[in-house]
């Protein structure tokens, strides 16, 4: 995890949002390889292994001691690393892009259009590893991200008609763009559609 992304994250729980503590154990560089990070309001804490932020629910294991229960690997998706760039329409650098499930894997080819953008993947396949233009975290619940904070985000295919979706549009930025790899999304109130074609759905954020 870039350490950069702590002032991101939220906890899962359902109360109000504040800042996580980082406690980091073993980096390399500005990426966060073993640590914790831990909630102020509730207390819980989440472990940082191989580089992955686990916010699932732990039912065995020690600290330190476990890996990290990844999702299986998905299909790769059609779309090319261009046609989803002009799709976003991120603009300039900076930022975070979040890519949820097997859209995890566009992110080395979207990173090579667009330099300066940090990308985000949320329940990545488990043949994705972390890069230093990606984050990967892990989540049962909600998207452990703050709301309002993305400046693109892309679902994969296999999550297109699910809760994932309306979680996407909550991370986004107001005006920024929500791009699903289905034509037949389950579609969120605070999105505007604006294409729809050649397995793809794309809208706005209200």
Do not use: Y
Request: aromatic residues 4%.
């Amino acid at each position: 995890m870039h350490i950069e992304l702590t002032e991101m994250l939220r906890c899962p729980e359902d109360h109000r949002e504040e800042f996580l503590v980082l406690s980091t154990s073993e980096m390399n560089g500005r990426m966060v390889n073993l640590g914790v990070v831990g909630c102020p309001v509730c207390h819980r804490e989440f472990e940082i292994i191989d580089g992955i932020v686990d916010f699932t629910e732990v039912i065995t294991g020690e600290r330190q001691l476990r890996a990290v229960r990844r999702t299986p690997m998905q299909p790769t998706t059609p779309v090319d690393a261009q046609s989803l760039q002009a799709l976003l329409d991120l603009g300039g650098p900076g930022g975070f892009v979040v890519l949820i499930g097997s859209a995890a894997r566009h992110a080395d080819s979207l990173a090579s259009l667009m330099g300066g953008l940090h990308f985000i993947g949320i329940n990545a396949p488990a043949d994705i590893e972390e890069l230093p233009v990606m984050s990967l975290l892990q989540t049962d619940l909600v998207i452990p991200l703050r709301g309002a904070m993305a400046r693109g985000a892309v679902v994969g295919a296999e999550l297109a008609r699910t809760a994932w979706v309306g979680e996407a549009a909550r991370v986004l930025l107001h005006g920024r763009r929500l791009v699903v790899e289905s034509e037949q999304p389950t579609l969120p109130e605070s999105v505007r559609q604006l294409v729809v074609g050649q397995g793809l759905w794309v809208g706005e954020k209200k």
